[in-house]
């Protein structure tokens, strides 16, 4: 079965610093892959979606990039604030009608 | 445009007892899923409905969950009777599933489910 692995620490940057978490995945190539953002006490909110097809995808300081071969997502927010601390969930999908496997997720505070 | 509502926000139950979540999905939205969210882990899907049809059961323990969504919108969770490892946030959510299409998912804010 598939699996996910998000680094299980938390990741603690400066302020305005780039913060870059990692998503890494065994088995199947799924077919996309999404990130959502957690807050405590709060429902995922969802943030990017990319596609196996895709390389790279931008919006506003958010960076999502995919790389099949090494079965890895990287997730990057620059100049990063206070106010992106949470914890934030990788998960994909084959496609189709094919559930959506969540990974732990990784808590990433941003220090003043 | 409302979001996906979840009540109760918060429960807690004596073991044994029983115990019912609602979830009112995105209106429009054909597909709603209940997940179970243990702490420090991600969700894990329990069951997921296309409107009115239960189409992905495999994870949901039947001998003490149960789910129903009548008339395709609303949806209710029971377990009876809890036990202690149930404990958990059960997370609600909805999307426009198709089967070409991607399933970007909205959540609900979940309800926090303590079992003494």
């Known amino acids: 079965s598939q699996k996910i692995e998000q680094n299980s620490e938390a990741l603690n940057i400066q302020e305005g610093k780039t913060a870059t978490l990692t998503c890494n995945y065994t088995n199947y190539s799924p077919a996309y892959l999404q990130w959502y953002r957690q807050d405590p006490g709060r429902g995922p909110v969802f943030l990017l979606l990319i596609r196996e097809n895709e390389k790279e995808k931008r919006k506003e300081r958010l960076k999502v990039t995919f790389d099949t071969t090494l079965k890895q997502s990287l997730f990057h927010i620059t100049a990063s604030q206070p106010a992106d601390s949470a914890t934030y969930l990788c998960?994909?999908?084959?496609?189709?009608?094919?559930?959506?496997?969540f990974g732990a997720g990784t808590r990433l505070a941003v220090h003043p | 445009e409302a979001g996906v509502v979840q009540s109760p926000r918060y429960k807690i139950i004596e073991k044994k007892q029983p115990v019912a979540f609602w979830c009112n999905p995105i209106s429009g939205h054909n597909t709603l899923y209940w997940y179970l969210q243990n702490l420090g882990q991600g969700p894990e899907l329990l069951i997921r409905?296309?409107?009115?049809?239960?189409?992905?059961d495999s994870q949901l323990p039947k001998d003490r969950f149960s789910a129903e969504r009548l008339k395709g919108v609303d949806s209710t969770l029971k377990i009876q009777p809890a036990e202690l490892g149930d404990s958990a946030v059960y997370l609600c959510?909805?999307?426009?599933?198709?089967?070409?299409?991607?399933?970007?998912?909205?959540f609900g804010p979940g309800t926090r489910l303590t079992v003494l």
């Open positions: 409905y296309e409107n009115e049809e239960a189409v992905d």
């Open positions: 959510a909805s999307s426009l599933l198709s089967s070409g299409g991607t399933d970007t998912q909205y």
């Open positions: 998960a994909l999908s084959r496609g189709g009608y094919n559930k959506l496997i």
